[in-house]
T-cell receptor, first 114, second 110 residues
Framework: DAGVIQSPRHEVTEMGQEVTLRCKPISGHNSLFWYRQTMMRGLELLIYFNNNVPIDDSGMPEDRFSAKMPNASFSTLKIQPSEPRDSAVYFC????????????FGPGTRLLVL | EDKVVQSPLSLVVHEGDTVTLNCSYEVTNFRSLLWYKQEKKAPTFLFMLTSSGIEKKSGRLSSILDKKELFSILNITATQTGDSAIYLCAVVEYGNKLVFGAGTILRVKS
């Protein structure tokens, strides 16, 4: 079975440019999560969706970040305009809202903003 | 504020040693505790714990949860160089939100 799919795997862009990260969750999972990981701050939850509806976006750093989930099989995380401090690995994870809450992570997108 | 604290932050051992990694937590709506292993890629799932005192085992790895004292441990026996990784502890709250600890960096020397 395919796991969580993310694209692109690597992204290098210049400050001020728009960046769009994409995620396809595991089929049948109804929760989707966006994380950011840096050496300084570790893994941070940015936003998560249940049944395509954003539940908690308190981790989104500022208005430059936005996320959408138009359907159960696709989500995007957009940064506009990007800044060098946004450089990080962005993970998407999905889970099924059963008792365990176990999340399965995608391979991540490594973003570098110059 | 919900938090998950892992210790030690880093650890260097020799092959064959046994290690114990610690995770303590303070969360409002505890649902389960998860352990992940992260090498150079994404975190991969190891264990899910929901009940106190029931040990989960997978090969040389085992884990247990104490819901009264609010902690969990992850044991690795007969360590191998392939066990070198970051071990992440995360607590699942109702609503499926995960709160992660900072991780323990384990390095196993041959």
């Amino acid at each position: 079975d395919a796991g969580v799919i993310q694209s692109p795997r690597h992204e290098v862009t210049e400050m001020g440019q728009e960046v769009t990260l994409r995620c396809k969750p595991i089929s049948g999972h109804n929760s989707l999560f966006w994380y950011r990981q840096t050496m300084m701050r570790g893994l941070e939850l940015l936003i998560y969706f249940n049944n395509n509806v954003p539940i908690d976006d308190s981790g989104m750093p500022e208005d430059r970040f936005s996320a959408k989930m138009p359907n159960a099989s696709f989500s995007t995380l957009k940064i506009q305009p990007s800044e060098p401090r946004d450089s990080a690995v962005y993970f998407c994870a999905s889970s099924f809202s059963d008792r365990s809450g176990t999340q399965y992570f995608g391979p991540g997108t490594r973003l570098l903003v110059l | 504020e919900d938090k998950v604290v892992q210790s030690p932050l880093s650890l260097v051992v020799h092959e064959g040693d046994t290690v114990t990694l610690n995770c303590s937590y303070e969360v409002t709506n505890f649902r389960s505790l998860l352990w992940y292993k992260q090498e150079k890629k994404a975190p991969t799932f190891l264990f899910m714990l929901t009940s106190s005192g029931i040990e989960k085992k997978s090969g040389r790895l085992s884990s247990i949860l104490d819901k009264k004292e609010l902690f969990s441990i992850l044991n690795i026996t007969a360590t191998q160089t392939g066990d070198s990784a970051i071990y992440l502890c995360a607590v699942v709250e109702y609503g499926n939100k995960l709160v992660f600890g900072a991780g323990t960096i384990l390095r196993v020397k041959s």
